[in-house]
């Protein structure tokens, strides 16, 4: 079992920046890949950014490249997600996951399926 729990969620301005941060448990931390997902009312469980067991391997989804950065720290059990110049259509629950990655250490991954654990979600709210 892995144990994932997102924090740095909130309410801010269009152009503003957050900062989410996922803490993980359970398990050895560098044996699995991340990813970052958001869902917003009535709307599918989408990608939003992955990083391999290493952290030298990301994958952005196209809406949020050049604006969000994924980052791990192996020592300390976390991922983290930097989102800059933020936009309403931000706005959405963010989800921390883990992939199970111990063949590949440089693979992410960015569809849900491979992802067996999840954080249980954060809100980020970007107002216009």
Known sequence: ???LVESG??????GGSLRLSCAASGRTFSNYAMGWFRQAPEKEREF???VSRSGGETSYADS?????T?????AKNTVA???NSLKPEDTAVYYCAAAFAMGDYYRY???VAPYKYWGQGTQVTVSS
């Open 1 to 3: 079992q892995v144990q």
């Open 109 to 111: 991954y960015e569809n």
């Open 9 to 14: 969620g909130g309410l801010v301005q269009a």
């Open 81 to 83: 997600l930097q989102m």
């Open 70 to 74: 994924i980052s791990r720290d192996n």
């Open 64 to 68: 949020v490249k050049g604006r969000f």
């Open 48 to 50: 939003v950014a992955a």
